[in-house]
């Protein structure tokens, strides 16, 4: 079987769930037996949104190879358990570095170096590349933006060269539109759907089907009138209610057959239904959860949910893993103090210390760090969570009053977080970080050992700075134990407190790695010994 390409574009508004609604898709294929992957092609001129500040792109998600990637990726990694890479993740400004690049090395042989052919070509080259492996049965693209977007333009229109260059039945799109209630008038309105896929129309994209967000069932009337009016089959319209959980989002999606109907339009030859018994039992699982457990994550970025999504979701999965639900409380670190850290985080279960950049906000994440080592709540930190754990343990147990990070303060006479030795020659910021995913060892005999089950590991990272080793001996000596290392660099990845219920700072990122059917150990005994 040739690989199958499915485009997925987005009409009427921003933020519809493309990206729920691909993995969704995904999953019921892969659930039928076809190997599946899922790609991301972003609009916007950055190369990746590693630059981009949380409260512009929500979380910045990171794959094995060290992309630094859309979060969406990291829907489609948990919902189809399957790794991306940076080949999923495309964006306009890589598109036109690559070809400014080639236009600079001559490749272009003289030629006017325009968006069609040039611009287009590389995205179709990109759209296709995933294909080339012959590991995929079928690859999913969701192109991001809204229809009618001038950024969007050019994906348009590489999809549609594409869906006349491709063989006959391999390829096919589906397009997402709001469908509103107005209230006032009481009645569900298909008219912007209507204009969204005439635009998408006028460049020459016919979608196969469209799937309408609405909060309403559409019914057989509404149905047969988008089917009309939006040139598609009656039964290709397929409704999208909101949902509970966007974990329910595929048993919805193939409740109104959309599985079947993507097989039979492609001419895949597969009969199998969906085999979801994991996928549900998760489900059941979060359904019913018999205690609720609170957990406190200070952050920088709080009042975005989707900047700390990877981490929210992992809670997710272990609260279901653990049958409870777990309340996270989002709390901004700017706003701790030494005075009302008590007040804040009392009658917390457990303590998450948050990822982050840059000073501000650091001092409440110390003071938070204090209350839950000198409280005994349970106690991950990630990343800077695990570096601010260290600076307080400096401060408060080695009495090194003015301990810090160097992104804190550079002139610390104990700088127990520095700078890595490799960052100190880089000026350049896109890119550079220590990035991806490193084999790390676990001591054995150590709470991060039991947790893992296992003494190698691999988990992704995001970071600058490092715990000095120079020290490690002192923190040793004072109880902080370093009980997972990077076997070739000696960098110290995880640190733990012997004698506390749980107190774990790991300098790389559990959450992305965390899914329904494989919820993440670290998570899972963090909300373990939050219940207790
Ligand atoms: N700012 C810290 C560093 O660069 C932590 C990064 C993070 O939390 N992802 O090392």
Not at 25 to 33: D, I, V, Y
Not at 76 to 81: I, K
Not at 108 to 119: A, F, M
Not at 461 to 477: L, S, T, V
Request: charged share 20%; hydrophobic share 35%; with cysteine.
């Amino acid at each position: 079987m040739n690989t199958k390409f499915i485009f997925i574009t987005g009409g009427v508004v921003s933020s519809l769930g493309k990206g729920i609604i691909a993995a969704s898709l995904g999953k019921l294929l892969q659930a039928r037996g076809l190997k599946v992957t899922i790609q991301k092609f972003d609009p916007y001129i950055n190369i990746d949104p590693g630059t981009l500040n949380p409260y512009e792109h929500g979380e910045c998600y990171v794959t094995d190879d060290g992309a630094e990637t859309d979060l969406d990726l990291g829907h489609y990694e948990r919902f189809l358990g399957v790794p991306t890479s940076q080949a999923n993740n495309v964006t306009t400004g890589r598109i036109y570095y690559t070809v400014i690049n080639k236009e600079r090395e001559g490749a272009y042989l003289g030629k006017t170096v325009q968006i069609v052919p040039h611009i287009t070509d590389e995205i179709k080259r990109r759209m296709l590349l995933l294909g080339q492996s012959g590991e995929y049965d079928v690859i999913i693209t969701e192109v991001g933006g809204t229809v009618g977007d001038m950024e969007s333009q050019p994906f348009i229109e590489a999809m549609r060269q594409l869906q006349w260059e491709l063989p006959e039945g391999d390829c096919m799109c589906i397009h997402l539109t709001l469908v509103p209630y107005l209230s006032a008038a009481k009645e569900i309105k298909t008219k912007p759907t209507q204009h969204s896929v005439q635009m998408l129309q006028h460049s020459g994209v016919m979608p196969d089907v469209i799937v309408c967000r609405t909060e309403h069932p559409l019914g057989p009337e509404l149905r047969r009138k988008i089917a009309l009016f939006c040139n598609v089959k009656p039964g290709h319209v397929i409704e999208s209610q909101d949902a509970w959980s966007i974990y329910q989002v595929p048993l919805n999606m193939h409740k109104e057959h959309l599985d079947e109907l993507v097989v039979r339009k492609l001419g895949i030859e597969n009969f199998n239904a969906p085999d979801l018994a994991r996928w549900t039992e998760f489900l059941d699982n979060l359904q019913k959860p018999s205690k609720t457990v609170n957990i406190a994550m200070v952050g920088k970025y709080v009042a975005l949910q989707d900047a700390y999504k990877s981490i929210l979701e992992s809670f997710v999965h272990a609260g279901a893993a653990c049958g409870c639900k777990v309340k996270v409380h989002s709390l901004l670190s700017d706003d701790i103090t030494a005075d009302n850290v008590t007040g804040k985080l009392s009658g917390m279960d457990g303590i998450l210390v948050a990822p982050g950049f840059g000073e501000r906000g650091l001092e409440g994440k110390i003071h938070a760090v204090h209350y839950a080592r000198e409280n005994n709540i349970p106690f991950l930190g990630i990343c800077l969570g695990m570096q601010m754990c260290v600076v307080e343990y400096a401060r408060n147990v080695l009495g090194w009053a003015d301990a810090s990070s160097t992104e804190l303060n550079s002139k610390t006479t104990h700088p127990v977080i520095d700078l890595m030795e490799e960052q100190k020659k880089t000026t350049v910021k896109g890119g550079t970080m220590r990035l991806g995913a490193y084999t790390c060892k676990l001591k054995k005999d150590t709470l991060a050992y039991k947790i893992y089950g296992t003494e190698t590991i691999r988990e992704r990272h995001r970071h600058r700075y490092e715990f000095n080793g120079k020290y490690a001996a002192d923190f040793e000596r004072a109880g902080l134990v370093a009980s997972g290392t990077n076997p070739d660099t000696g960098l110290v990845e995880v640190v733990e407190l012997p004698g506390h219920p749980f107190f774990v700072g790991v300098q790389f990122h559990p959450e992305y790695k965390s899914t329904p059917e494989h919820p993440h150990p670290l998570f899972k005994f963090f909300v373990q010994a939050a219940l207790k």
